[in-house]
């Protein structure tokens, strides 16, 4: 999971001349509980403005935006893009479960927001009036804040701060079931630009494999993320968009099984079941939003195909 995790004061800002200008002990020891263990993404301004005692950041993988490709900084490694941080730190994400915490500064939060699915933000009971890196405003209809806690003043804390979490809204797709690096990839391009990748307008654009059959009501194709052991494995997509089953028009249903059966007889399968995920993605398991059907086969006497619902943790 992509998360920014920055300080903001009661204005907007992150800094001010290069530095944060106010003194949590409080909030450096939440950041240092939250991302330990995990990848730690920043500008070069930003690692420079951490006291050289501190950096890298311990137990944490570091990794550096620079526009200088030569730097070379010892514990850290160095990229030119955050495209290019996100894949470095893309197969910790996926096998070993890190999450990639953005920290920072100003540039590199605008450019991760499309990317990010969740921001813990503390905000930091202090106007800074003359500060100079605002953090980007997060408009209400892209984002919700999903929970608000008071932090503790503590000695070696100038000021009180509350921490809050914001989830992305409006999304089409959700990363949390996905697979593989390459349709993590996939997905983070559709996300950036908004795009629902099953809606007709947008289909040929992330999906390779050709439409194969046109009803009134579903198209039908090969899934281009096959399920490992699968014999068959077609995705059958509402022509409409439509997130809710509810939202299907009564036709569609007996168009659904017209197409499990012309499927059996155009494929010659046996047997095999329907994947139909519905509602909270969060509980279905679904990364596409856009309602679909999936039609399986496994191979026979060979690996059992595993179909997921809901997602871990
Ligand atoms: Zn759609």
Request: proline share 6%; with cysteine.
């Amino acid at each position: 999971m992509i998360i920014i995790i920055v300080a903001v004061s009661k204005d907007g800002f992150i800094g001010k001349k290069g530095a944060i200008p106010w003194r949590l002990k409080s909030d450096m020891e939440h950041f240092k509980t939250v991302t330990s263990g995990h990848t730690v993404v920043m500008g070069r301004k930003t690692w420079e403005s951490l006291p050289p005692g501190f950096r890298p950041l311990p137990d944490r993988r570091n990794i550096i935006v620079s526009r200088q490709t030569d730097l070379k900084i010892d514990g850290a490694e160095i990229v030119s893009s955050l495209e290019e941080a996100f894949k470095l730190a893309e197969e910790d994400e996926i096998k070993n479960n890190k999450n990639i915490f953005i920290c920072g500064g100003g540039e590199i939060y605008k450019q991760a927001l499309p990317y990010t699915e969740k921001i813990l933000i503390t905000r930091v009971d202090k106007a800074l009036g003359d500060g100079d890196t605002l953090f980007p405003a997060l408009p209400p209809e892209e984002w919700n804040l999903v929970s608000t806690k008071p932090g503790e003043k503590k000695e070696g804390d100038e000021c009180g701060f509350v921490f809050e979490t914001y989830s992305p809204n409006l999304r089409y797709v959700e990363f949390a079931a996905v697979r593989t690096g390459y349709q993590l990839k996939t997905m983070r391009i559709i996300r950036q630009k908004g795009h629902c990748p099953f809606c007709p307008e947008n289909l040929s654009l992330y999906h390779k494999e050709p439409v194969t059959w046109e009803g009134k009501y579903w198209l039908v194709t090969d899934n281009q993320w096959p399920y490992p052991g699968k014999n068959v494995h077609k995705l059958v997509i509402s022509k409409k968009h439509v997130e809710d089953i509810g939202e299907l028009e009564s036709g569609a249903s007996e168009e659904l099984v017209e197409i499990v059966k012309m499927t059996e007889k155009e494929t010659g399968i046996r047997g095999g079941a329907i994947g139909f995920r519905f509602g909270d993605p969060i509980l279905s398991g679904a990364s596409v939003k856009h309602l679909h059907f999936q039609i399986i086969s496994p191979k026979r006497g060979e690996e059992q195909v595993k179909f997921f619902i809901g997602i871990r943790g």
